[in-house]
């Protein structure tokens, strides 16, 4: 069965850290890019962070500087790193991954998805 199931989302005050983490089954990340995505109420899914298959990190310019993408192919896991988080931070996040070894930002680029997991950040 292929899945993609997110965890450590919650509830942070501004200024906090969380950290989530990707866990695939069924399919591979290591030779795809992977990344990041999140929805907020009465908003478009959006690009956050993604890493391609040689672990080039790209991301969003409202995460520039904040968070950081890894991959651990050992563990076939994803994780992002969020520091200095802001209320505006706040959203469903997704991982998925894509069919291609260096995929765009664009979520039409992305195969397969999780199921999400909630980061809710408090002023």
């Known amino acids: 069965q292929v899945q993609l199931v997110e965890s450590g989302g919650g509830l942070v005050q501004a200024g906090g850290s969380l950290r989530l983490s990707c866990a695939a089954s069924?399919?591979?990340?290591?030779?795809?890019?992977t990344g990041w995505f999140r929805q907020a109420p009465g908003k478009e899914r959006e690009f956050v962070a993604r890493i391609s298959s040689y672990g080039s990190t790209y991301y969003s310019d409202s995460v520039k500087g904040r968070f950081t993408i890894s991959r651990d192919n050992a563990k076939n896991t994803l994780a992002l790193q969020m520091n200095s988080l802001k209320p505006e931070d706040t959203a469903v996040y997704y991982c998925?991954?894509?069919?291609?070894?260096?995929?765009?930002?664009?979520?039409?680029?992305?195969?397969?998805w999780g199921q999400g997991t909630q980061v809710t950040v408090s002023s």
């Open positions: 998925a991954r894509s069919m291609s070894s260096s995929a765009s930002p664009r979520v039409t680029d992305y195969n397969y």
């Open positions: 069924g399919l591979t990340l290591s030779s795809y890019a």
